[in-house]
């Protein structure tokens, strides 16, 4: 099972530090076509979520891997939990529909690796 959270881990890890870095670094207009869901906001929040995407990014596989503050790890799982709860309302209220599963499935992912890294598989 650990070797499963590793990769779990390691997926969201790349899924959320590039869209991080996207958010954080594009002007919103850049990212409209391909995300349209950030006329919703502003300039600013919208480059806060990708830095919080790419803090968590960093949080999920740095402190596991050097073995200081482990405890970073669930939390930062847990954080994208929260994010992706956002996600997938912000995507229901503007009909994204296509969204809502992927949305899901990162979701999921970033509960177990929490479970995992709170609970029985913890460092």
Same mark, same amino acid.
């Given at each position: 099972?650990?070797?499963?959270?590793?990769?779990?881990?390691?997926?969201l890890a790349v899924?959320? %530090?590039?869209?991080?870095?996207?958010?954080?670094?594009?002007?919103?207009?850049?990212?409209?076509?391909?995300?349209?869901?950030?006329?919703?906001?502003?300039?600013?929040?919208?480059?806060?979520?990708?830095?919080?995407?790419?803090?968590?990014?960093? %949080?999920?596989?740095?402190?596991?891997?050097?073995?200081?503050?482990?405890?970073?790890?669930?939390?930062?799982?847990? %954080?994208?939990?929260? =994010?992706?709860?956002?996600?997938?309302?912000?995507?229901?209220?503007?009909?994204?529909?296509?969204? =809502?599963?992927?949305?899901?499935?990162?979701?999921?992912?970033?509960?177990?690796?929490?479970?995992?890294?709170? %609970?029985?598989?913890?460092?």
């Amino acid at each position: 099972m650990n070797t499963v959270l590793w990769v779990l881990q390691i997926l969201l890890a790349v899924a959320f %530090g590039l869209a991080g870095l996207m958010k954080s670094t594009q002007p919103a207009a850049k990212l409209a076509p391909k995300m349209p869901y950030v006329e919703d906001f502003s300039a600013g929040t919208t480059r806060a979520i990708g830095v919080l995407e790419l803090l968590a990014a960093l %949080g999920l596989i740095l402190p596991a891997a050097t073995g200081i503050a482990v405890i970073l790890t669930p939390l930062a799982a847990a %954080g994208l939990v929260i =994010v992706m709860i956002g996600a997938v309302v912000v995507h229901a209220r503007r009909a994204e529909w296509g969204n =809502v599963p992927v949305n899901l499935v990162l979701l999921a992912a970033a509960a177990v690796v929490a479970w995992g890294r709170f %609970g029985p598989y913890s460092f």
